[in-house]
Every structure is written in structure tokens, then in C-alpha cells.
């Protein structure tokens, strides 16, 4: 009798695939807290499935851990500025060619006494933000947010690094890199650490991860060059800062945006 032999390494390989499509195609309604590192810069947009919203997080902060475009998750949940949401709402990810999707489920009542980070809706974003100009050959506005040097470049390749790394020590200052208003302090993105985002101006955000200390909150303005963080070693295994640029949603490589050195 001819015994037909199994190819445990062929098998392993489509496993691992199906998974990978399972987890992009998936429903997005998981705890952000549970994602790893490359589970966070590695993907593609995701433009399916749903996000329930956990204490701490903003719309900011979703659309970043989705590589999204605020204004377009804004719009497709009828989220108006400024765009106030709950624990508990779900936040529709998929892309709609033709009409506007809406929230699903119910806000979260709130007492009249909240604390931040409990049960208290995401922080309000009232203050305009600055218009920084950019383009890919240089820089107008923009400013390096840390003094050391560049340790792991912006690749889209493997490995993925959706923006730079830059060395430094324990508590060296991370500054602004161009003036705009905080969306975004906390540690709920994991792989990031201790992180803020600022906002520039409707098409750009920037981000610095990993800090030891954050010296802003959400809401405030800040100007180019202002202290705002020290550098940390928070969700990675060294100190650095992790330095983020967005346009629409999308990473873009902040070398092209910063002077140079």
C-alpha cells in the first residue's frame, strides 16, 4: 500500500497565510493593548471590519493604529468635529464609494463628574493647528525632534519601519517638529509606548513613541521646537524615539521633510 507523504512545511506556510488574510479581513474589534509591534507598522490600510473603542483612545489614535485618514473614518461614522467619541461606540472601518456610513452602537452615558482615562469621553480638539509646508526635496517648518542619530531608517519593506529611530539617552528632551496641537498623549497603542501625536494642519500628523515622560496633553497647543517628551525606552527594549510623519493617513519618510544635518 502506498502511503502518501505530508508536507508539514507546505501546510505550515498556507496555514500562516490564511491566518494573515483572516486577521486583515477580520472584524478590527480587538484590544489595541494585545497587538504586537509589527502587528501595528507592518499592515496595510485596513478598510474592513469594525473598532470598539477603548478608555483613553481617540479618533487620532485609531485612524493611526489603522494607517487611516482621520477626516475619512470622521466621515464614513458621522463624526463631526470635534470629533468626540465613547468607550463602548464601534467605529466603522470600511470604505463606502457611494454615501456615509454611520456609527453603530450607543455612546457611553457619562456622569457630570468624569476623570480622564475612565469612563470620560476622548479628549475635545478645539485649538487650529499650524500649517507646516512640505515638500520631498526638503523641509519649511519642520525641525528634528531629537539631536541623536539615526538608527533604523523608513522602509515599507521587511522589516517595516513606518518612520525613523533615533538614538539618545534616558531623559533627553524630544521636542515638537513642527507647531501644532496634541490629539493624541497616552500608552494605548502597544508597541509604541508611552506616545504622543500632534496635529499640524488637516493633512498632516506626526508622532513620537517610546518616551519616558510626556510633558503635554491632549488639547494643547505646542509650537516647533518646544520640549513636549523625554526619550524613553517604553514599549521597545532600548532608548530611542520612534518618529513618525503621516500625510492623509499614510507614513511618508520624514527624512525628506527635515533638514538636513
Known sequence: ???????LSDCSKKMLFLLMVCLLTSSCSHDPGRVTVTDLRSPPKVTSGQHIVQRGETLYSIAWLYSRDFRELAQENNIRSPYTIYPGQRINLSIHRYGVGT???????????????????VKKHTAKSSTPKSTASGSSGWQWPANGKVISA??????????????GKLGEPVTAAASGEVVYAGS??????RLIILKHNSSYLSAYAHNKELLVNEGDSVKAGQKIAEIGSTGTTEPKLHFEIRRDGKPIDPTGYLPRR
Open 103 to 121: 456609527a453603530t452602537g450607543t455612546p457611553v452615558r457619562q456622569s457630570k463628574k468624569t476623570t480622564a482615562r475612565s469612563n470620560a469621553p
Open 154 to 167: 523608513y522602509s515599507l519593506k521587511m522589516p517595516v519601519n513606518k518612520g525613523i529611530d533615533i538614538d
Open 188 to 193: 494605548d497603542l502597544s508597541g509604541y509606548g
Open 1 to 7: 500500500m502506498k502511503i502518501t507523504q505530508f508536507n
